[in-house]
């Protein structure tokens, strides 16, 4: 097999069997990584029969740390792993950001693509909901200090972040590798400072006849009803794009599976017909 562009975790849908099942990738949204699907990523395994491959995106976690930090460069990320991965179509799950690269995938290359989750996103532009430069800039502090301990980071950070759940997030970016004595970024926070006012766009070029382009797959939408991307103004722009979708609303914020895992997977289970 030819060398996967992207880090990963893979979970198998049966164990440790070699037996081929159809493929779902999982995309994680700006400042995540593959690790927010380890407690989901083995139940939709088993009970959906995919292979699920949670990735981490450019410029994050373990995968190269490459600009630009745009959506095309990452549909093209995506379009390499599968096409590394040998395999012809692929089912695509993404929350915030790593939505958008799902959809911005199917709308591009639509052949690629069996069906769609989509987790807390919309087709549309959107403000985006933090301001992540002012985020790097106290990361950046973190980084020139060379911290030894968590708690010192989550210190530092406080100055630039008030909300401690927001804080935790940001800081399971800090790693630190086995035999070292300082923590690290493992995100880019060049890349990231430079990309992230593109995260919240939405430009996807028209066909070459001039018609607006449309997935005409499954599409699912679980959004949340406290979080602000989805709105009845917006669900047009879903309609006229991916025009079999369905969209689940949940009592949640704009992490729908980390709140609700349950009624997510339910969600999900029903939309693959399982």
């Not at 992207?6 to 593959?34: I, N, W």
């Not at 406080?158 to 493992?186: C, I, P, Q």
Request: net charge neutral.
């Amino acid at each position: 097999m030819t060398t996967l562009p992207l880090a990963y975790q893979l979970y198998k849908a049966d164990g440790k069997s070699t037996e081929r099942k159809p493929v779902l990738l999982c995309m994680h949204g700006f400042f995540g990584s593959k690790r927010q699907w380890m407690s989901i990523a083995p139940r939709m395994a088993k009970l959906l029969d995919h292979d699920i491959y949670a990735l981490d995106m450019r410029n994050h976690g373990q995968s190269p740390h490459t600009y630009p930090h745009r959506y095309p460069e990452m549909v093209h990320d995506i379009e390499t792993f599968v096409k590394a991965l040998g395999v012809d179509r692929v089912s695509l799950m993404g929350h915030s950001m790593g939505g958008k690269v799902c959809m911005t995938t199917a709308l591009m290359n639509p052949g690629l693509v069996d069906r769609l989750v989509i987790e807390d996103n919309v087709p549309c532009w959107v403000k985006l909901m933090h301001d992540y430069g002012y985020y790097i800039e106290g990361m950046r502090k973190i980084g020139e200090r060379r911290v030894k301990s968590r708690r010192e980071a989550d210190e530092m950070l406080a100055e630039y972040v008030d909300d401690a759940g927001m804080r935790r997030f940001v800081l399971s970016n800090l790693v630190k590798r086995h035999g070292d004595t300082e923590y690290r970024w493992e995100i880019s926070l060049d890349n990231l400072l430079e990309g992230y006012q593109y995260m919240g766009g939405w430009d996807i070029p028209a066909n070459a006849d001039g018609s607006g382009r449309q997935f005409g797959g499954p599409a699912l939408f679980v959004c949340g009803a406290k979080s602000k991307f989805w709105t009845a103004e917006r669900q047009p722009a879903i309609d006229q794009q991916f025009p079999k979708n369905q969209v689940v609303l949940l009592e949640t914020g704009h992490n729908v599976a980390w709140e609700r895992p349950r009624e997510f997977l339910d969600a999900v289970a029903g939309f693959f017909g399982k």
